[in-house]
DNA sequence: CGCCATTGCGCAATAT
DNA sequence: CATATTGCGCAATGGC
């Protein structure tokens, strides 16, 4: 579980690898050193002949490479940090959001319970005007018990 | 894509890797082909010759080896496409936990309108109670303008 | 052109 | 012993 280490070499398509380099060696062999790059689409291997200065070809060895490698790797390794840390992130989101979920809930049923009582009074006030009161005014359309909901 | 063989050694740890060959040939050389596993015991290096059947070496060769890196790899691809399936639906799970939020927060805008109807409507009543209106019953409590909030 | 970020992939160690 | 997970490096590719 650490990192670090070495080498090798790859044929086909780009399904390759290995590691590579550590201070205190273990220096196998080597083999090719210089990797045909890129399976694109149907296109062959290696063209047979040349290929100037940089054709086709890795140098597994070269510095830059080495170097370009390592500077990838610390990306993917940031990168992946940060895939994760986003999925977490996201979790959370949900639990956040199925607390505030239940508050909501709670809030509605607690203005529910009130409407309904309201709504009881209005229709037990009705039942009064009906029963009990009657209206004083000149007006006699006041004498209406009429109850409606919503 | 394809697979199936071929080369590569590594060193130190286990940072190796590589892919196998391809049916049309790419016949790279091929190396040690006998690789040191497990940084555990202090095997050296590999024996020259043979290694009866299970020291600790592994024959990247071996059908075994071969078959047994093919399973883990679907094993693999299995497991990361079941972990991108579960993240996708976290995210899924938010969306439907904001709009189950929104449904909410308008049933209660809702309701409280509702409630904020009835109290006033309470209120009106009350003073038309004070205003116009006289209890006929027996009972004095229907007098009482009371209206409190929450 | 190069650089970093993402992504698919295989390997190997380890967890189940 | 087999499969499932996970960390890691490589290479291709996308975006700047």
Redesign the interface.
């Known amino acids: 579980?650490?990192?670090?280490?070495?080498?090798?070499?790859?044929?086909?398509?780009h399904?390759?690898?290995?590691?590579?380099s550590?201070p205190h060696?273990?220096?196998?062999?080597q083999?090719?050193q210089l990797v045909p790059v890129s399976p694109g689409g149907g296109g062959k291997?290696v063209p047979p002949s040349k290929q100037g200065k940089k054709n086709s070809f890795v140098d597994r060895n070269s510095d830059e490479y080495r170097q370009r490698r390592e500077r990838n790797n610390m990306a993917v390794k940031k990168s992946r940090l940060k895939s994760k840390q986003k999925?977490q992130d996201?979790?959370q989101?949900?639990n956040q959001?199925?607390e505030?979920?239940e508050r909501?809930?709670a809030?509605?049923k607690l203005?529910?319970k009130?409407?309904s009582v309201?709504?009881d009074?209005?229709l037990e006030?009705a039942h009064?005007l009906a029963?009990?009161?009657?209206?004083?005014?000149t007006d006699a359309s006041a004498a209406n018990p009429d109850s409606k909901g919503?």
Do not use: C, Y
């Not at 579980?1 to 790859?10: C, D, E, I, L, V």
């Not at 029963?131 to 005014?137: C, K, L, R, T």
């Open positions: 579980m650490s990192k670090t280490s070495q080498q090798n070499s790859a044929a086909d398509a399904g390759v690898s290995v590691i590579h550590q060696g273990s220096g196998l062999q083999v090719p291997a999925a996201t979790l989101r949900v959001l199925k505030e979920n909501l809930e809030k509605i203005l529910t009130e409407l309201l709504k009074l209005f006030h009064n029963d009990n009161v009657q209206p004083v005014g919503q």
